[in-house]
């Protein structure tokens, strides 16, 4: 009944998703030059002239009830090549410019910056954002749910940066054949964005409620074209690469392998706003290893995409379900063998339809049965209502010319699994509510692999009060085997209440409570698992902030479980604990060369023990070209016997010089006494050209006592991108 209840209040509250957009009255017009432009970050050429101008900024933070302190001003113009920007920030308060590095894509909160948003299909709920902080770093990525960036995604186009006491001025021009867009529309969603750290001040041309990001396109105003932006001829794009690697491996019979390898990827434009990406042979030795964590947790650990091409559109495939329910999970492919080859099929067909396609094909690993499998996705999307959205998805992982046709590999690499869904997604026109509501079924060659998942959520967001209720229900024989899907048998429902209080005139921005109940079931409908959670959030003027929170836990083991997560006696199934617990967490402001963040937990555990932990992270900035960093965490864990004591270290280091906005070397060293491991990466990137790149990387990973294993590579990469 609770199920039928929630999903007719999705339904109820899509009344509200249907309106005009919020800011439709804010309009900048674009008009086509003829004249001459050189993106040196001067803006004096005379294409300038001839532009309208967005000013006038309203201020987002502190207040949202007024203009902007700091005065920018942007101007945009095009030609049949490029769309091009420059915009002029002034100095109304005098103080230092606050960067982290010249390196892309940098952390927004860290730097001053100017991005902007643009929703080339008006839909509210996807495009592109480009900007560059104070430095002249570039940023870019694509937009998805309405408002969320993706930085991993990353585009060919240019920019300067030019500064003095008074301002700064960025300028940049992006080819069309660098962005998807519908043929013929003459209106673009637009938003403008401007963070000063001097004055821990967040600004933006339209008008947006402070509990929202400036990235909400529900709230972007229009680019008015004087005629449609030019069609694209022929976006043709190939992207080799060349890479030569040693490898080292110390065991019993150490030896050195020397490897060389081609393959690269093929861009092409079937339109405008549709684009085919096949690759072949691919190679992702340049991504950046993950960054370790301590793991107390009893189910498996969810790390994001960073591989480039799965990561355009990447909402049309992994955006389906929730966290801990996901059908689609690319990481699934090919991490521990090589991919062969894949095709992917992106982006929009009409105003209201977008399509995913894709196809990979990875290599069998006879060593331990394991065949080749092919992995192809489906994925249709239809605009509904101002915002919101319905979606199908179709996962299927074949496996094909196994090493040796025996039950054993069968039962190991079952024939297939496929995964069938239906998901609605809620927006409002105003963004203040939203929400989800699905159902996946899945298919496997045995009854084991045959279940359903289905889940709904609902939450409410204004200035002043967060609320919301979730449910969702995970079949036993429910299985995603390339989603992520990492407990099984469970009804779960979560509440959730919380309320923010606005001081004037003080340094505390905002603070309020958040209360949140989290219940498990099994599919009996009896409890196994329940969090209490009462939190208390400040958020500071100068952009630093505190949080506290206090819980309630309770566990019923469904398998056996070893607490320390080092390898130590499991307690039972059926065991039955409970515990009480706080957790603090504090941000310093990002104006200061050295910031830190400290956090930790006090309480009880497992059988009557303790838990306590301490981590933090402290770096320190020469900027803008070298940035030190270092994350260390302390986890005490006391039980009676025969677990006693356990404790252990995580410590990370991470070096980030950047020399030049093209030039770049980063080393990190990670140490997990968890897992006793102790590993090393360090990269060297020189991008020579618009997005081809010369990559030096070398790792090393050494398994300490009572492990035992060790090897190191270094790897050279070229990359080059050719465009037709």
Known sequence: ?????????????????????????????????????????????????????????FMVLPQDTGKAVQHSEIRMTYDEKYIYLVATFYNNIPGPYYVESLRRDFSFGKNDNFLFFIDPFNNQTTGFSFGSNAAGAQWDGTMYAGGKVDLNWDSKWISEVKRDKDKWVFEMAIPFKSIRYKKGVTEWGINFSRLDLKSSEKSSWTPIPRQFPTASLAYTGVLEWDKAPPSTDVNFSVIPYVLGEVNNVFDEESKTDYSAKIGGDIKFAISSSLNLDLTINPDFSQVEV???????????????????????????????????????????????????????????????????????QTASDDDIGLPSQNFGVVSFQKKVFSRSSIGMIFVNKESMNYPEDTE????????????????????????????????????????????????????????????????????????????FVPRNGYIKMRPFLGYLFYPKDSKILSHGPKWTSIYYFNENMKKTDNLNLLQYFLNFRNRSSFNLTMFNEYVELQEPFDPTGSGKPELPAGSKHTWNAVRFNYLSKPQSMFTYTIGGRIGSYYEDGNWYSINNELGYRFQPYVSLSSNISYNYISMPEPWNVTDFWLIGSEVDITFTNKLFFATLFQYNEQSNSFNLNSRFQWRYKPASDLFLVYTNNHMLPPYSGRNWSLTLKIVYWFNK
Not at 46 to 53: E, G, H, P, R
Not at 296 to 310: A, G, V
């Open 408 to 483: 054993e590999y069968h039962d190991m690499y079952p024939k297939y699994n496929r995964n069938l869904g239906l998901e609605y997604n809620l927006a409002s026109y105003n963004n203040l509510w939203t929400g989800k509501a699905f159902i996946f079924k899945s298919f496997s060659p045995d009854d084991s692999g045959n279940g359903i998942t289905q889940a709904a959520n609902i939450e409410y967001k204004s200035q002043k009060w967060n609320w919301g209720v979730q449910e969702e229900s995970v079949g036993e024989h429910y299985r995603a085997e390339v989603g």
């Open 290 to 360: 993950d960054r370790q964590i301590t793991n107390l947790d009893r189910f498996e650990l969810f790390f994001p995409e960073k591989r480039q091409f799965f990561l355009e559109n990447a909402d049309l495939f992994a955006n389906y379900g929730y966290a801990t329910v996901r059908p689609f999970f690319s990481r699934r492919i090919g991490l521990d063998v090589p991919i062969h080859a894949g095709v992917r099929l992106s982006g929009n067909i009409s105003e209201k339809w977008r399509v995913g396609i894709m196809d990979m």
């Open 1 to 57: 009944m609770k199920n039928y209840f929630l999903f007719l209040l999705i339904i109820t509250c899509s009344h509200q998703a249907y309106a005009q957009k919020k800011n439709e009255a804010f309009r900048l017009k674009i008009r086509k030059t003829t004249l001459p432009i050189i993106i040196d970050g001067i803006a004096s050429d005379k294409a300038w002239q001839n532009t309208d101008v967005a000013d006038d900024f």
